[in-house]
């Protein structure tokens, strides 16, 4: 893929720069694990799906509010039993009437807080890692109510990611990251920014 890069895209390019990490036959096996998906997070049928929470963990707007009356009335009661969350950190629940298995609440920084909003996505994985699941799909966390910038947000986003995947042991057993976009320019920003951190032919 490298020759059709511009030259200003490969000095982005996250393989490139890190690819003394990893074999090219690793990369490119990790690279297909990554999706983007454009739609409603609670119609997908999957191990987990993360939430863009707030700390109280009892619902609010937004993505949040979508899952909650996806889910129905039990997954709050369940949220209800876990004391908050701090933000940065996740917690796992029930998906009830999702079609998704659990949800995996987590709290992004309320602006651009990168280490934050890294804690989300780490965080996440830690969980379908401990509960060993392997497919998960993301929202934008904090892009909406949070005001986190869309692109650079989808830069943390997509590192993270591929840091989990290539130097956590789990790493291997994921089948399937998801991104699931909700909004136009979210959808511009992700097809540039996979060419970097997930790139296929
Ligand atoms: P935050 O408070 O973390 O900013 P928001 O829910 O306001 O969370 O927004 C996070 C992202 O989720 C935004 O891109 C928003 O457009 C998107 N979003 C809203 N509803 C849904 C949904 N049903 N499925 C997927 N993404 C959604």
Redesign the pocket.
């Known amino acids: 893929f490298e020759e059709h890069l511009k030259e200003d895209e490969q000095s982005l390019c996250w393989w490139k720069r890190n690819k003394h990490r990893v074999t090219k036959k690793v990369s490119e096996e990790l690279n297909t694990k990554m999706s983007i998906f454009t739609g ?3 119609s997908l049928e999957i191990d987990a799906i993360a939430n ?1 929470a ?1 700390e109280s963990l009892l619902g609010g ?4 509010g ?1 899952i909650h009356a996806a889910a129905g009335p039990l997954l709050r009661s369940e949220c209800e039993l876990l004391n908050g969350c701090s933000a940065g950190n996740a917690k796992i629940s029930l998906g009830y009437k999702l079609p998704a298995k659990y949800v995996l609440h987590t709290v ?1 920084p309320r602006g651009e807080k990168p280490d934050v909003l890294r804690s989300c996505y780490k965080n996440s994985l830690k969980l379908l890692k401990e509960n060993k699941l392997r497919s998960v799909a993301f ?10 910038p869309n692109e650079k947000a989808a830069k943390v986003a997509l590192e993270t990611i591929r840091e989990f995947l290539e130097t956590d042991e789990y790493g291997k057993d994921v089948d399937r990251v998801i991104m ?1 976009l ?2 136009k320019k ?1 959808v511009e920003i992700y097809r540039e920014q996979m060419q970097m951190f997930f790139p296929v032919d």
């Open positions: 409603d997070i609670t863009a707030n707007g937004g993505v949040d979508a992004g929202p934008c966390i904090s892009t909406g109510i949070f005001g986190y699931c909700f909004l979210d």
